[in-house]
């Protein structure tokens, strides 16, 4: 039987997983793929700290001995950073190594080059780990929905911020509150800023929405904003509003070119995704042919995350390998966020007097925002009104936004959230 | 560039839905994966009924044409049923051409066969369309979850009758009003036996069972229980629980077995699955590794059905070709149903009498039955009862079933559905 040879660069949480599927599963992987599955080399940093895990024979803290081992088929990077990850992955497949990767923001800064550079050498190059943890997103996006223009995705792909959400909603907590807790669980780091305000999330939706459209996103183009305004009495108000509140990635090709964006955004509480609570994850998309469709699961963790890795590291050995790993070969425009359509919930803090109403509404409409719903939530002074949109350019709203700001009746624009999936 | 030539059995609904995806995507096509894919035979029935829609030259009634033209690389099977659809893939594969097809029924009845000629002959053989039409269910469980030992696949796989139950849950008619319903909207055919009784489900359980635990079920084995006695009251005494009824296509691997079932059953409301309503399909699945999944669409349909059938037919082309087609490796042991377990929700009819709760919980007592919960709906005679079980083999709840019958305070066990999902 002839037996495939892996090295990992790293034996963090994702790597021990890996190593434990490929121990623990060893007869099973035989059977399913007709070839060995065998760990050779694992790069780490201090072999003391490793060596009653794992066979010390296995360990090593010198790349250059995996790179030039003949014997090494693939090699997977699951040490997560930049750097020296990059470096790493060029001489392995400048050295004619396959590569199987969890490292979503290497891919976001770095992917263009790789890809290409595996192209060109012929190699496969698969990242299913990097998005979504276990949810097999990559695959579907690449593969099942190979004959479907997409026209969008839209993803709770943070579980850190959707925790927190969902805490949020549920308890009626504010952030803070909810924050602390989620750290308590280990569901969110000492500094929680790469989950809070959406880079992690961006990051993957840079992988979807390059896979989606067939075109290298742009991560500086992609709009980051996060959860830290989101306050529970806009939950609330959303809530008798029949809405939900995630932290969305939202990637759709319009006429005018590609949205990407990672927002707060309230969905309808019956949408498939409003009910994609705690840490869970879900990507949700729609293709001409196939309609809509959504993908769940467990989006991060040691061994959905471990799943992933080891799934292409089955896909490698099995050599599915005339597949072209890059599948970008347009390139289309990307909009910058002022030309993205949404609808938008607005909260607004105005004096109770007769006529604020119509004010309000006039300079909506002056500018071209037509409205879905208002709603007087309480009085007193100030009176807090709820507008909800329709569909309107971001460039619109914000004129409308700074017109409303202006009226002597307006006390403050107190919040704006976009609101997406059927009305 | 190279051309990838198909020739297609059947211009029906899903037939013509795939000719349009190939024509209108052809350029996208090429793009992806650097070769042509080209339709150059199709077999009708009567040439002259759709030489208005497609070029006379591709149609054809003489199935011989096709297989001997030996530029035709892939057979697509879309006519259904199972003659003359077994002997001409058969015929395909002797004559060493790869096959996709979106063929249950066939692929339940003569699946083990057909799977194993392609093994031998080479060739590769698809039918990610046979299951949940555009949820790419198939390849999620052969390939993206290799790396897990799956313990169940749970599934809302018959759109016809969850459009059924979801009217009947959310307006509170009976079954045969909502049955003209979805008649009347093209969601359930004149005769809908197939449908209604599970057996079209069962034909999907065994394709996705078989897949999961790699070991091929049999269909004589399958527990279906359709959904015809189900009634608007269980379905409010079920919410009242907060329980949702679903048909669900159940698959489980246990020390002792596997369990295979097709049966209307409570989940709670708060279960993915529960929120899956109208004619969409969703799949369950846990994994070692990965935890609980969960994938949603449209299961049948014109264009979901025919992106499914284009992704078999660009990965065939891709060639994609040294995975084993066939996936099951193992000769499992498959339950009896008396050996499967489940909770269940049982309604009973009693006298209005001090003693007959006693009675009746020593019956399931006695019978290892321990209850979960008690509920009494109104007062009258009769009184309803309701129980809510903890986890029990079949045959003990027969048992009790049984010997509750017999008791003199009992008029009448009305209902007993099974309950699934945590408690």
């Given amino acids: 039987m002839k037996t495939f040879n892996v090295a990992l660069l790293g034996l963090g949480t994702v790597g021990t997983g890996v190593y434990r599927i490929i121990a623990e599963h060893e007869a099973d992987l035989e059977n399913k793929i007709g070839s060995r599955i065998a760990i050779r080399k694992i790069l780490v940093r201090d072999i003391a700290k490793?060596?009653?895990?794992?066979?010390?024979?296995?360990l090593t803290t010198d790349f250059a001995e995996i790179v030039s081992d003949p014997s090494i088929d693939v090699i997977v990077e699951v040490m997560g950073g930049t750097h020296p990850a990059y470096d790493y992955i060029r001489q392995a497949l400048q050295a004619n190594k396959h590569v199987v990767t969890a490292n979503k923001e290497l891919l976001a800064k770095h992917g263009k080059e790789l890809l290409t550079l595996a192209d060109e050498q012929g190699l496969q190059f698969r990242f299913e780990a990097?998005?979504?943890?276990?949810?097999?997103?990559?695959?579907?996006?690449?593969?099942?929905?190979g004959a479907n223009r997409i026209s969008q995705v839209m993803g709770i792909i943070n579980g850190t911020t959707n925790y927190i959400l969902t805490r949020m909603s549920n308890e009626g907590v504010d952030i803070e509150t909810a924050l602390r807790e989620a750290q308590a669980q280990g569901y969110a780091e000492a500094d929680p800023t790469n989950d809070i305000d959406g880079f992690d999330a961006a990051y993957k939706l840079l992988i979807l929405g390059s896979i989606a459209f067939g075109s290298r996103l742009d991560i500086e183009k992609i709009y980051t904003e996060g959860i830290r305004k989101i306050t529970?009495?806009?939950?609330?108000?959303?809530?008798?509003?029949?809405?939900?509140?995630?932290?969305?990635?939202?990637?759709k090709e319009t006429p005018e070119g590609i949205e990407a964006r990672v927002h707060p955004t309230f969905i309808p509480s019956?949408?498939?995704?409003?009910a994609v609570s705690d840490v869970f994850n879900a990507?949700?998309?729609?293709?001409?042919?196939?309609?809509e469709l959504m993908f769940y699961g467990r989006g991060a963790g040691q061994m959905p995350t471990a799943s992933a890795v080891c799934s292409d590291i089955i896909d490698v050995a099995l050599n599915c390998g005339t597949r072209k790993v890059c599948s970008c070969i347009y390139e289309k425009k990307q909009l910058p966020m002022e030309q993205t359509v949404s609808r938008y919930y607005v909260r607004i803090s105005v004096k109770d007097n007769p006529g604020v109403l119509a004010k309000i509404s006039h300079e909506f409409g002056e500018n071209k925002v037509s409205l879905h719903s208002v709603i007087q939530l309480g009085r007193g002074e100030p009176v807090p009104l709820v507008f909800v949109t329709?569909?309107?350019t971001e460039a619109n709203l914000n004129q409308a936004i700074n017109g409303i700001k202006s009226l002597d009746c307006v006390y403050s624009v107190d919040n704006i959230i976009r609101v997406e999936g059927e009305a």
Avoid: C, F, N
Avoid at 130 to 138: D, L, Q, R
Avoid at 232 to 251: C, F, N, S, W
Avoid at 270 to 274: E, G
């Fill in 50 to 58: 490793h060596r009653t895990r794992v066979p010390e024979s296995l």
């Fill in 130 to 145: 990097s998005v979504a943890g276990g949810v097999p997103i990559v695959k579907a996006l690449k593969e099942s929905l």
């Fill in 232 to 251: 529970p009495i806009d939950l609330e108000y959303g809530r008798q509003l029949g809405y939900t509140l995630k932290l969305l990635a939202i990637a």
């Fill in 270 to 274: 019956k949408h498939p995704l409003a």
């Fill in 283 to 291: 990507i949700y998309v729609e293709g001409d042919a196939v309609g």
């Fill in 390 to 392: 329709h569909e309107v």
